[in-house]
């Protein structure tokens, strides 16, 4: 009986620093950007945007404007790994055929202020997609870009604000049950404290939807996405790329289909 009760309150001590930690095991904020210079090389321009609801100062994000009044603009949400100054060669693909990108700076990241967590990143998403509009881009030329874990978020500002267009990168479909999926051996979906549900969203969404997933990718799997893309409403489209994982998504050259996407969004947003 001692070694139950002993084993039991393991199990419990185990659960309890899971819940305390798990913010540390899914997020890895890089602190430290590039130089304003190297930013300045791929085009890009650092940017303080204030939101006060996570606290006083300014997110440092990355803005290049559009080429032109008619081209696409795009809110991009990156990874739980690195920071903004590590896509910027993902960045330039985007923008190569004129479109402007704001890389969104989330808190905890690039020395950014505030916690990183599901509502500093919704608060975060809300504030970027102000400043947009607040500086003359309109709803029906935003774009709306998730990668990974940035897929949560996107997905939460596409169904709480008009946009031309939706973009995930090897998304979730619920991120407190993916974790049951990962630790079956603790009630995970009891003690997550982000939960990032984009199933419960993604139906409520009238942009059209761009999904990209790689078949072999072991960390979300590409099931995730797969339920994710049969609820969402038309117009729809699926890339599944073979021999392709996490994150070597971006070796498979989808910088002009998704470039094609972004145009063909804007178009159709201002028929």
Same mark, same amino acid.
């Given at each position: 009986?001692?070694?139950?009760? #002993? ?7 185990? !659960? ?6 798990? &913010?540390?095991?899914?997020?890895? =904020? ?7 210079? %190297? ?20 997110? +440092? *994000?990355?803005? &290049? ?6 081209? =696409? ?7 739980? #790994?690195?920071? @903004?100054? *590590? &896509?910027? =060669?993902? $960045? ?25 967590? %599901?509502?500093?990143? $919704?608060?975060?998403?809300? #504030? ?5 509009? *607040? ?7 935003? !774009?709306?870009?998730?990668?990974? @874990?940035? +897929?949560? =978020?996107?997905?939460?500002?596409? *169904? ?11 998304? $979730? ?19 997550? /404290?982000? /939960?990032?549900?984009?199933?419960? /969203? @993604? ?14 990718? +072991?960390? @979300? ?5 797969? /339920? ?8 729809? &489209? ?34």
């Amino acid at each position: 009986m001692h070694i139950v009760i #002993a084993l039991v309150a393991l199990y419990c001590i185990i !659960v309890l620093a899971l819940w305390a930690m798990q &913010r540390s095991l899914f997020y890895y =904020p890089d602190p430290n950007l590039p130089s304003s210079a %190297e930013v300045e090389q791929f085009g890009f321009a650092p940017l303080g945007i204030s939101v006060p609801d996570i606290g006083d100062g300014e997110m +440092t *994000s990355y803005w &290049r404007p559009p080429a032109d009044p008619t081209k =696409p603009v795009i809110i991009h949400f990156h990874g739980n #790994a690195g920071n @903004i100054g *590590s &896509r910027l =060669p993902v $960045y330039k693909q985007l923008t190569q055929d004129g479109a402007g990108l704001l890389a969104m700076g989330y808190p905890a990241y690039g020395g950014n202020i505030g916690d990183a967590n %599901e509502q500093n990143f $919704y608060a975060d998403a809300q #504030a970027h997609y102000a400043w947009l509009i *607040s500086h003359g881009i309109a709803p029906d030329r935003i !774009v709306v870009y998730g990668e990974s @874990i940035g +897929t949560g =978020p996107a997905t939460w500002l596409a *169904s709480q604000q008009k946009v031309a267009g939706l973009v995930l990168e090897a998304p $979730y479909a619920a991120f407190d049950e993916l974790l049951a999926q990962k630790a079956p051996f603790v009630p995970a979906k009891l003690i997550a /404290r982000d /939960r990032y549900r984009s199933i419960d /969203r @993604i139906a409520n969404i009238a942009a059209p939807l761009l999904w990209i997933h790689g078949e072999e990718d +072991t960390l @979300i799997p590409i099931s995730e996405g797969q /339920r994710l893309f049969d609820v969402a409403k038309s117009p729809k &489209r699926a890339v599944k790329l073979i021999d392709t994982g996490h994150n070597d998504i971006w070796r498979n050259d989808i910088g002009p289909l998704v470039r094609q996407s972004l145009e063909g969004y804007v178009k159709t947003a201002g028929e």
